[in-house]
């Protein structure tokens, strides 16, 4: 019996071979080497030499760049998040309600977030907003002045930060999850006390979905903060590089520039980053996350 059992776990060690020749390959690798790498002058087709911290400190001293790109990063995720939660809560909530038909809108409100991040839509979220595009010729029925939504510097950021709230399927359908967790006998003790659907919503509701919150903030926060096709793809960093996003500029040290190892130093940067308001954001939970097991 014991024989038995060792071949059955040595054939999962078989079956795993492939995962771990994959994660190797595509993603333990290219780690460490881009770890070193950032340590050095590494550009495609010159000699490698090493540099020390050099990629680091230049990032901070001479790179006016990274601290603009890193500055309208930061805009992207603070404006962006929260947005998109509070819309993913919002439409949830609505989806939860025992209406005929309710399959048929959760289908369509997901669809958004099936079609992701993708160039495509990222072209079509350009026509639309463009000069001549949808939104100005429905302004214009209204006598509104057409607004450079891609153009101007100040409405730019704005715009590409619409396109993450528009794909917000992935957070509706963990909220709403969650939402179908909550127990209704609270919310019919609360309506004999006389409580509203407002004061529900804030006591009941959200205190019960809050670890739902705290997930889904970690995981767009982590989103956002790696941002490329949107600024790439409908503006490619303008104008006036007010939608240079960090990683717009990783990729052009990288791919445009050639500068393999200064790109590596910036990744590493960027990972630091979330990690440190990652870690932030999960450290600030015990003070407003509620668990119903405690």
Same mark, same amino acid.
């Given at each position: 019996?014991a024989?038995?059992?060792?071949?059955?776990?040595?054939?999962?060690?078989? =079956?795993?071979i492939p995962?771990?020749i994959?994660?190797?390959?595509? !993603?333990?690798?290219?780690?460490?080497m881009?770890?070193?790498?950032?340590?050095? %002058?590494?550009?495609? #087709?010159?000699?490698?030499?090493?540099?020390?911290?050099? %990629?680091?400190?230049?990032?901070?001293?001479?790179?006016?760049e990274?601290?603009?790109?890193?500055?309208?990063?930061?805009? =992207?995720? $603070?404006?962006?998040?929260?947005?998109?939660?509070?819309?993913?809560?919002?439409?949830?909530?609505?989806?939860? @309600?025992?209406?005929?038909?309710?399959k048929f809108?959760?289908?369509?409100?997901?669809?958004?977030?099936?079609?992701?991040?993708?160039?495509a839509?990222?072209?079509?979220?350009?026509?639309?907003?463009?000069? %001549?595009?949808?939104i100005?010729?429905?302004?214009?029925?209204?006598?509104?002045?057409?607004?450079g939504?891609?153009?101007?510097?100040?409405?730019?950021l704005?715009?590409?930060?619409?396109?993450?709230?528009w794909?917000f399927g !992935? !957070?509706m359908?963990?909220?709403?999850?969650?939402?179908?967790?909550?127990?209704q006998?609270?919310?019919?003790?609360?309506?004999?006390?006389? @409580?509203?659907? $407002?004061?529900?919503?804030?006591?009941i509701?959200i205190?019960?979905?809050?670890?739902?919150i705290?997930?889904?903030?970690?995981?767009?926060?982590? %989103?956002?903060?790696?941002?490329f096709?949107?600024?790439?793809?409908?503006?490619? #960093?303008?104008?006036?590089?007010?939608?240079?996003?960090? #990683?717009?500029?990783?990729?052009?040290?990288?791919?445009? =520039?050639?500068? @393999?190892g =200064?790109a590596s130093?910036? !990744?590493? @940067?960027? $990972?630091?980053i979330?990690i $440190?308001?990652?870690?932030l954001?999960?450290?600030?939970?015990?003070?407003?996350?509620?668990?119903?097991?405690?």
């Amino acid at each position: 019996m014991a024989n038995f059992i060792q071949r059955r776990n040595n054939q999962g060690y078989i =079956y795993l071979i492939p995962w771990i020749i994959g994660f190797c390959t595509f !993603s333990f690798y290219p780690l460490v080497m881009s770890f070193f790498y950032s340590f050095t %002058n590494f550009s495609i #087709g010159k000699k490698i030499s090493f540099l020390g911290l050099q %990629n680091y400190i230049s990032a901070f001293t001479t790179d006016t760049e990274m601290l603009n790109s890193l500055g309208v990063t930061f805009k =992207y995720v $603070f404006m962006s998040v929260p947005m998109k939660l509070v819309f993913a809560l919002f439409i949830a909530v609505i989806l939860n @309600m025992k209406v005929k038909g309710i399959k048929f809108f959760r289908t369509i409100y997901y669809l958004p977030s099936i079609m992701g991040g993708s160039v495509a839509v990222a072209i079509l979220w350009r026509g639309i907003f463009a000069n %001549n595009g949808t939104i100005n010729l429905l302004l214009a029925l209204v006598h509104i002045k057409p607004i450079g939504w891609l153009t101007d510097s100040h409405f730019a950021l704005f715009t590409i930060s619409l396109l993450s709230v528009w794909q917000f399927g !992935s !957070s509706m359908i963990i909220f709403l999850a969650a939402l179908k967790q909550v127990p209704q006998e609270l919310y019919e003790s609360a309506s004999i006390d006389g @409580m509203g659907a $407002f004061g529900r919503f804030i006591f009941i509701t959200i205190p019960l979905i809050s670890p739902m919150i705290l997930f889904n903030l970690v995981m767009q926060m982590i %989103n956002a903060f790696q941002e490329f096709t949107s600024p790439f793809v409908i503006t490619n #960093g303008g104008p006036m590089r007010s939608t240079n996003m960090y #990683g717009l500029l990783l990729y052009q040290n990288g791919f445009k =520039y050639f500068k @393999m190892g =200064y790109a590596s130093a910036l !990744s590493w @940067m960027m $990972f630091i980053i979330i990690i $440190f308001f990652t870690s932030l954001v999960i450290r600030s939970s015990s003070y407003w996350t509620f668990y119903s097991d405690e």
